[in-house]
């Protein structure tokens, strides 16, 4: 990864895209520096991944919940302060919110921040 000068991110200033899930949608809204994408994903109430990711993260639950599926079926739901590692390629993973979310993550490193929907 290239290195990144000190930058502040206005969120509020972020363009949304909007992208169906397999149920509800998920809102993007991306940063692209040199080998390092940062997202901050909202998900609908209900939302459901429409894919299996291979990227690695890290990811953190600021607030509220979601839980991420492995392909082998396991189910590791995140909340306030919990994190969880993976590599690229180690564990194919998907996530789902039955309250809505908000995640922020990045191509190979990843935060989350999910709160539940009013």
């Known amino acids: 990864m290239s290195q990144i000068p000190f930058s502040h991110i206005n969120w509020t200033s972020i363009e949304k895209v909007e992208y169906k899930g397999e149920k509800g949608f998920s809102i993007w809204q991306t940063i692209q520096y040199p080998g390092l994408r940062i997202r901050l994903v909202e998900y609908s109430i209900n939302y459901s991944a ?8 890290i990811v953190h639950c600021i607030s509220g919940e979601f839980t991420s599926e492995l392909s082998s079926g396991e189910k590791i739901t995140l909340v306030k ?13 998907r996530s789902f919110s039955i309250n809505g979310a908000i995640k922020k993550n990045n191509t190979s490193l990843s935060t989350l921040k999910n709160e539940l929907s009013n």
């Open 81 to 93: 302060d919990d994190s969880y590692v993976v590599t690229d390629n180690a564990s194919s993973h």
């Open 50 to 57: 429409d894919h299996w990711c291979q990227k690695g993260h």
